[in-house]
Protein backbone atom coordinates (compact mmCIF):
# COMPACT_ATOMS: atom_id res chain seq x y z
CA UNK A 1 0.00 0.00 0.00
CA UNK A 2 1.36 2.98 -0.96
CA UNK A 3 1.04 6.00 1.45
CA UNK A 4 1.89 9.62 1.51
CA UNK A 5 1.88 11.74 4.73
CA UNK A 6 2.01 15.51 5.15
CA UNK A 7 2.91 17.68 7.52
CA UNK A 8 4.54 21.16 8.10
CA UNK A 9 7.33 23.17 9.61
CA UNK A 10 6.89 27.01 10.29
CA UNK A 11 9.65 29.37 11.20
CA UNK A 12 8.33 32.76 8.91
CA UNK A 13 8.38 30.30 5.50
CA UNK A 14 6.69 27.20 5.78
CA UNK A 15 8.32 24.03 4.54
CA UNK A 16 5.51 20.87 3.47
CA UNK A 17 6.88 17.48 4.07
CA UNK A 18 5.47 14.34 2.10
CA UNK A 19 6.83 11.15 3.26
CA UNK A 20 6.51 8.40 0.97
CA UNK A 21 6.20 4.59 2.03
CA UNK A 22 4.88 1.73 -0.66
CA UNK A 23 6.88 2.92 -3.15
CA UNK A 24 10.51 3.06 -4.71
CA UNK A 25 10.82 6.47 -4.04
CA UNK A 26 12.69 7.12 -7.16
CA UNK A 27 10.43 5.75 -9.54
CA UNK A 28 7.58 8.67 -9.19
CA UNK A 29 6.53 11.65 -10.37
CA UNK A 30 5.41 14.04 -8.14
CA UNK A 31 3.74 16.80 -7.16
CA UNK A 32 2.16 19.77 -4.71
CA UNK A 33 -1.16 20.63 -4.86
CA UNK A 34 -3.85 22.92 -2.92
CA UNK A 35 -7.80 23.15 -2.67
CA UNK A 36 -9.28 26.37 -2.01
CA UNK A 37 -12.88 26.33 -0.66
CA UNK A 38 -15.16 27.05 -3.80
CA UNK A 39 -12.02 26.42 -6.84
CA UNK A 40 -11.20 24.08 -8.94
CA UNK A 41 -7.82 21.74 -7.64
CA UNK A 42 -4.56 23.70 -8.06
CA UNK A 43 -1.78 22.29 -8.94
CA UNK A 44 1.56 24.05 -7.69
CA UNK A 45 4.37 22.21 -8.33
CA UNK A 46 6.04 18.58 -10.15
CA UNK A 47 9.02 16.78 -10.83
CA UNK A 48 9.84 13.38 -11.73
CA UNK A 49 12.13 11.77 -8.37
CA UNK A 50 14.50 10.95 -10.46
CA UNK A 51 15.86 14.09 -12.09
CA UNK A 52 14.33 16.43 -14.91
CA UNK A 53 11.97 19.35 -15.32
CA UNK A 54 10.26 20.86 -12.74
CA UNK A 55 7.06 22.44 -12.83
CA UNK A 56 5.93 25.34 -11.03
CA UNK A 57 2.48 27.29 -11.69
CA UNK A 58 2.92 31.08 -12.23
CA UNK A 59 1.07 32.06 -9.24
CA UNK A 60 4.03 30.40 -7.16
CA UNK A 61 7.15 30.71 -9.60
CA UNK A 62 9.72 32.27 -7.61
CA UNK A 63 8.34 31.78 -4.15
CA UNK A 64 7.93 27.78 -3.55
CA UNK A 65 10.50 25.24 -4.05
CA UNK A 66 9.84 21.62 -4.58
CA UNK A 67 12.31 19.49 -3.89
CA UNK A 68 13.36 15.88 -2.18
CA UNK A 69 15.18 13.68 -0.18
CA UNK A 70 16.19 10.18 -2.30
CA UNK A 71 17.55 8.77 1.51
CA UNK A 72 14.16 9.98 3.52
CA UNK A 73 11.76 8.95 0.74
CA UNK A 74 10.42 12.71 1.23
CA UNK A 75 9.40 15.35 -1.06
CA UNK A 76 9.04 18.71 0.32
CA UNK A 77 7.61 22.37 -0.49
CA UNK A 78 9.50 25.22 0.44
CA UNK A 79 6.88 28.23 1.00
CA UNK A 80 8.51 31.62 1.14
CA UNK A 81 6.87 35.09 1.36
CA UNK A 82 3.33 33.57 1.75
CA UNK A 83 0.27 35.43 0.97
CA UNK A 84 -3.23 35.49 2.53
CA UNK A 85 -4.61 34.00 -1.22
CA UNK A 86 -2.09 31.11 -0.52
CA UNK A 87 -4.53 29.91 2.09
CA UNK A 88 -5.39 26.27 1.27
CA UNK A 89 -5.44 22.61 2.01
CA UNK A 90 -2.43 21.43 0.31
CA UNK A 91 -1.87 17.86 -1.20
CA UNK A 92 0.86 15.64 -2.09
CA UNK A 93 0.62 13.09 -4.88
CA UNK A 94 2.54 10.65 -6.49
CA UNK A 95 2.36 8.33 -9.42
CA UNK A 96 4.89 6.37 -11.55
CA UNK A 97 3.63 7.10 -14.90
CA UNK A 98 5.31 10.20 -16.41
CA UNK A 99 2.04 11.58 -17.90
CA UNK A 100 0.95 12.19 -14.24
CA UNK A 101 3.45 15.17 -14.58
CA UNK A 102 2.04 16.26 -17.70
CA UNK A 103 -1.59 16.36 -15.45
CA UNK A 104 -0.24 18.80 -12.77
CA UNK A 105 -1.09 21.98 -14.62
CA UNK A 106 -4.59 21.15 -14.87
CA UNK A 107 -4.90 19.70 -11.70
CA UNK A 108 -3.36 16.67 -11.49
CA UNK A 109 -4.51 13.10 -12.43
CA UNK A 110 -1.96 11.11 -9.92
CA UNK A 111 -3.06 7.52 -8.57
CA UNK A 112 -1.73 8.40 -5.01
CA UNK A 113 -3.07 11.59 -2.77
CA UNK A 114 -1.96 12.37 0.70
CA UNK A 115 -4.16 12.93 3.12
CA UNK A 116 -3.79 16.95 3.05
CA UNK A 117 -2.80 19.80 5.08
CA UNK A 118 -4.74 22.73 6.05
CA UNK A 119 -2.61 26.12 5.45
CA UNK A 120 -3.84 29.37 6.87
CA UNK A 121 -2.12 32.85 6.08
CA UNK A 122 -3.92 35.25 8.36
CA UNK A 123 -3.25 39.04 5.98
Known amino acids: EVELVESVQTGGSLRLSCVVS????????MGWFRKQPGKKREGLAG????????YYADSVKGRFAISHDKANNTLYLQMNRLKSEDTAKYYC????????????????????WGQGIQVTVSA
Open 47 to 54: LYINGGTT
Open 22 to 29: GYTFTELY
Open 93 to 112: AADPHSDAFDSVSWGGNFGY
